[in-house]
């Protein structure tokens, strides 16, 4: 029996499922690479993960919205930020009626993958195309999945928006991979030298990357009239991946005239997660307006 609460802290997970049903495509059988599970309680952290999953957080019946979202965790494509930017964000996101799907993608590694600069966007296609397809079993809406992504999290959510025409994985359903909306904190937007967060360029694309593969992940230079509306939170004093990521996707959205909203905050550095605590404001305040005026949720 699902139990539920009314304490976004306490709110468990129903269920964790593989995210593939059967084989992980792309992937390199390798015995000796295994994941590894490290911090501690309410902190989880993952790396070296080669099976990914989906955490399931459903809402109370009474909240349900019937709207979704894919949560991708940061740690610059090296380990999962999985708690602090995983499931207390799930959890938030059931308070406002949201279905959260934590994602546990595997982190590119040529030891598990024959390339390992689209495993990530395999496992966050493959997460829409499961949350959109189970609809009818969570009570879901299919037109209102949504993904969020922090990081290089938020890297691998606007991919997922920038290519949803370039499955990079079987789709004999022709189920739809675009997200219907995402939400980007202080995301890794450019592989360019100028803006790259370069840990998170370098695991992914590796260091001496082609011009091609410096524009296929430069979510800036891929918006399109059919990118999804998107919301960006970002730090002006973000040390770590400078603000002018979000600030030039924010400007392609309007370019192309995409819904586009943004929350830049003075302070509060990289990785704030949920609670930047250098002021009251909440963004995820910003989020729920943001989504009642689309007409995600109520």
């Not at 995210?19 to 792309?26: D, K, M, R, S």
């Not at 969570?138 to 969020?148: A, E, Q």
């Not at 499955?167 to 675009?178: D, G, H, P, W």
Request: hydrophobic residues 40%; aromatic residues 10%.
């Amino acid at each position: 029996m699902f139990m539920f609460s009314t304490d976004p802290f306490t709110a468990k997970a129903q269920t964790v499922i593989p995210l593939y049903p059967g084989a992980v495509p792309n992937a390199i059988v390798n015995n000796t690479y295994q994941e590894v599970k490290s911090g501690s309680e309410n902190n989880i952290g993952y790396s070296k993960v080669t099976k990914p999953t989906l955490e399931i957080y459903l809402p109370a019946k009474d909240k349900a919205t019937g709207a979704a979202i894919v949560i991708c965790p940061g740690g610059g494509y090296a380990f999962l930020s999985y708690d602090h930017e995983g499931t207390e964000i799930a959890k938030a996101f059931n308070e406002i009626g949201v279905a959260a799907f934590v994602l546990k993608y595997r982190l590119p590694s040529d030891a598990i993958m024959k390339d390992k600069s689209i495993g990530p966007l395999q496992d966050a296609q493959m997460a829409i195309k499961t949350v959109r397809e189970s609809a009818a079993k969570y009570n879901l809406d299919p037109k209102k999945v949504g993904i969020i992504g922090f990081s290089a999290g938020g890297s691998l959510a606007a991919l997922t928006g920038s290519h949803f025409d370039d499955a990079k994985i079987s789709n004999t359903n022709n189920t739809s991979l675009r997200p219907d909306f995402m939400v980007l904190l202080y995301p890794v937007i450019s592989m360019t030298d100028s803006l790259a967060h370069g840990g998170s360029r370098n695991n992914l694309i590796g260091p001496t990357p082609t011009a091609a593969q410096i524009k296929y992940f430069s979510n800036e230079q891929n918006v399109t009239l059919n990118t999804p509306p998107t919301m960006l939170v970002h730090a002006e004093d973000d040390n770590t991946v400078n603000v002018k990521n979000s600030l030039y996707y924010y400007d392609a959205l309007l370019k192309n005239k995409v819904p586009a909203a943004m929350t830049i905050y003075p302070k509060g550095g990289h990785g704030f997660g949920l609670n930047n605590k250098t002021t009251p404001d909440k963004w995820m305040d910003h989020v729920k307006n943001w989504m009642i005026g689309n007409g995600w949720i109520k």
